[in-house]
């Protein structure tokens, strides 16, 4: 059985405007401006003394005596966290935290850009449907 053009050409417009819009998947993170691996790199340096950045990252955090932030895939999985909630978030840590908060990395706007980017990337991939 053949599709006519005019069918196949809307079934092909859904298909991809499903793939853009389904959230966790590799098309929504590419829609996050940043380097991934950038950002990877730049949070192995600067976060992993307090968070689990990735699961074979050099060593793990350092936080005695206090609760330990979240894993950054945690963070990504949170329904509330946006790139524009992390990127906020960054952007307005205080450089000397009260009560041991999370102090401020000293990040440019384009590391915080890819470590976004990074953090994002980190979604869980829904399960394919059946």
């Known amino acids: 059985m053949k599709m006519n053009t005019n069918k196949l050409a809307a079934v092909a417009a859904v298909a991809v405007a499903m793939a853009w819009s ?3 998947t590799q ?7 940043g380097d991934v691996e950038a950002g990877r790199h730049l949070a192995l340096l600067a ?10 990252q050099p060593f793990k955090p350092i936080r005695e005596g206090l609760p330990r932030p979240p894993d ?5 999985n949170r329904s509330d966290v946006t790139p524009a909630s ?10 000397i935290p009260k009560d041991a908060h999370m102090p401020s990395p000293m990040l440019s706007s ?9 953090i994002i990337s980190l979604r869980d991939k829904p399960a394919p449907k059946p």
């Open 86 to 95: 992390l990127r906020h978030h960054l952007e307005t840590l205080p450089a």
């Open 72 to 76: 950054f895939k945690d963070i990504a």
């Open 110 to 118: 384009d590391d915080i850009r890819d470590i976004v980017a990074f």
């Open 22 to 24: 389904a959230p966790g």
């Open 27 to 33: 098309a929504q993170t590419k829609l996050v401006a």
């Open 47 to 56: 976060c992993t003394g307090c968070h689990l950045v990735t699961p074979d």
